[in-house]
């Protein structure tokens, strides 16, 4: 009587592990949803004397859907990149290209005077500048 004597087969023990990866890859691949992408822009930030600028890639977006405001020492800006719509659609290979509402809010580096600020929008780069706030926050105390 053979007790505890078990033929190995390595060509069949590797095919079932061939499988099981297999199996665990559809699993893994056939639950995973299409991901949500979100268009942020791209934003450059930096200050002269005079100002803070913060400029913005918004290819794609027009003039008109796109919003700015100054809050709390903080530039926000808003918008929507919409979808090109065409009427005849032939077979979609591939689409990359992001649609959808953005919001960017950047802490600006010092605090700005509210008037004076101008935002510009050329080429799909939208350019704020915000001058700086002159008068300081900060005062000497003199003990007595």
Known sequence: MRRGL?????????ERIRREFDRLMEE???KE????????????????DGEVVVKA??????KEDVEVL????NLIIRGEKKEEKEEKTETVHRVERV??????????????KLEGIK???????????????KTSKETKIQIT
């Open 28 to 30: 893994f691949f056939a």
């Open 57 to 62: 890639e918004l290819p794609g977006v027009k």
């Open 70 to 73: 100054v809050r709390d020492n």
């Open 33 to 48: 949803e299409p991901m949500e992408r979100l268009f942020a822009p791209a934003l450059d930030v930096y200050e002269t």
């Open 6 to 14: 078990i033929v190995w087969r390595p060509f069949e023990e590797l």
């Open 99 to 112: 649609y959808g509402k953005f919001e960017r809010l950047v802490g600006l580096p010092t605090d700005v």
């Open 119 to 133: 935002a510009e929008f050329k080429d799909g780069v939208l350019e704020v500048r915000l001058p700086k706030e």
